[in-house]
């Protein structure tokens, strides 16, 4: 079975940009979760869906969206783009919704801001 | 609300020596406990995970950890690493019983293994 792709793998965008990134789970999965990474913030939770809802949402500015499409694939946009959103983003896959779920997470993309 | 502490950024250590990689929680409820494991420029990959159950948790790459639930821990134990242990090490909690996936992560522990 495939595991959780991400597209694209590298991004260099300039500020005031937006980006549009995209995340394709594990087939079956119907639950998409979104994790940005950065050396001083470690690792966050930026939003979660499952069959096509927004099911929770980290602590981010409304700059960040997304939604999840009815074959499951997700994608994030980032808008009006800022220096401090270079970061490695990270999608993950999971069968369902539920704590005790297994999480899969895709190789990221490495989102840089100039 | 739930957070997770890592104490140490960094742990060096010999190839073929144990390791111990910390990691305590705080929560008002009980949760769930994960390991993972970055390499670099990759994602996250699961190492083991606590339900419920045993204490002491086997999983990948021989890799097992303990849950301890009065000193609120869940420490990753290896008896013998190797080179290809080098990694970034991640410990995470979700509450039991959520209706979320969510993953709240420690800053993380790098695992250096030098020859």
């Known amino acids: 079975k495939a595991g959780v792709t991400q597209t694209p793998r590298y991004l260099i965008k300039t500020r005031g940009q937006q980006v549009t990134l995209s995340c394709s789970p594990i087939s079956g999965h119907r639950s998409v979760s979104w994790y940005q990474q950065t050396p001083g913030q470690g690792l966050q939770f930026l939003f979660e869906y499952f069959s096509e809802t927004q099911r929770n949402k980290g602590n981010f500015p409304g700059r960040f969206s997304g939604r999840q499409f009815s074959n499951s694939r997700s994608e994030m946009n980032v808008s009006t783009l800022e220096l401090g959103d270079s970061a490695l983003y990270l999608c993950a896959s999971s069968m369902g919704q539920g704590s005790y779920n297994e999480q899969f997470f895709g190789p990221g993309t490495r989102l840089t801001v100039l | 609300a739930q957070s997770v502490t890592q104490l140490d950024s960094q742990v060096p250590v010999f190839e073929e020596a144990p390791v111990e990689l910390r990691c305590n929680y705080s929560?008002?409820?009980?949760?769930?406990l994960f390991w993972y494991v970055q390499y670099p420029n990759q994602g996250l990959q699961l190492l083991l995970k606590?339900?419920?159950?045993?204490?002491l948790v086997k999983g990948i790459n021989g890799f097992e950890a303990e849950f301890n639930k009065s000193q609120t821990s869940f420490h990753l134990r290896k008896p013998s690493v190797h080179i290809s242990d080098t990694a970034e090490y991640f410990c995470?909690?979700?509450?039991?019983?959520?209706?979320?996936?969510?993953?709240?992560f420690g800053t993380g522990t790098l695992l250096a293994v030098q020859p």
């Open positions: 929560s008002s409820v009980s949760v769930y």
């Open positions: 606590y339900l419920s159950g045993s204490t």
């Open positions: 995470a909690v979700n509450p039991y019983g959520g209706a979320t996936n969510k993953l709240i």
